[in-house]
């Protein structure tokens, strides 16, 4: 029995060793070789060097002179990284369906859109609740706002727009995307000029 145990006892350290210490070290030894910036958290810092965020977390910009990001449901505010999760509610969810109703009024009453042209990551959350990226029909439909709360033409923003639209990985992968946090950025070094 003692040896067996023993025995048992080495197995589990080995193991430990191997999965808990050896093989996250390679992989992230792999990562931070193969791609520094993503591996750093992808981070986006200010022109005096201060983080501001990271492009692969979503977060909230309320003021209508910035794009708006998709609706999160990531903690009890929304957009906290520490809690990244979906609303778990369905189609038939009342709490879903005002939600919803509300955020599309408000999509209507800020951005001029009428009901049946808004898109749907307008008025709902992804799956994380931390989406850094918004459709490109979500953009150019806030891009007027924008444009007048700025002072700026449409025609300029609308190409921040497209310099900041990204198409689909590989050329078939996923969806053309904006990512909000660095428009926004674009957005104010432009203004700043």
């Known amino acids: ?6 025995v048992s006892l080495r197995m589990a350290v080995v193991t430990i060793v191997l999965t808990g210490v050896i093989y ?6 792999i990562g931070a070789v193969l791609f520094p910036r993503q591996a750093s958290g992808s981070l986006l810092t200010s022109a005096d060097g201060s983080v501001i965020g990271s492009s692969l977390i979503g977060q909230s910009f309320a ?5 708006h990001s998709r609706p999160s449901a990531a903690g009890a505010n929304g957009y906290d990284a520490m809690a990244s999760s979906f609303s778990n ?13 509300t955020r599309l009024a408000e999509v209507v009453r800020a951005d001029g859109a009428t009901r049946g042209s808004v898109p749907v990551d307008m008025v709902t959350a992804s799956a994380s609740g931390l989406d850094p990226d918004i459709s490109p029909d979500n ?8 444009a007048r709360t700025r002072g700026l033409s ?4 609308k190409q921040l727009v497209a310099a900041h639209t990204r198409g689909r ?11 909000v946090l660095e ?7 432009l203004s700043s000029k």
């Open 183 to 189: 428009l926004n950025l674009a957005l104010d070094a």
């Open 139 to 146: 953009a150019a439909l806030q891009t007027s706002r924008v």
């Open 63 to 67: 003021s209508d002179k910035y794009f």
């Open 1 to 6: 029995m003692r040896r067996a145990l023993l």
């Open 169 to 179: 990985d590989l050329g078939f992968l996923g969806e053309p995307r904006v990512n």
């Open 154 to 157: 449409v025609g300029a923003v």
């Open 24 to 29: 996250p070290l390679v992989v992230w030894g």
């Open 89 to 101: 509610l369905g189609p038939t969810s009342k709490a879903l369906i005002s939600a919803v109703e």
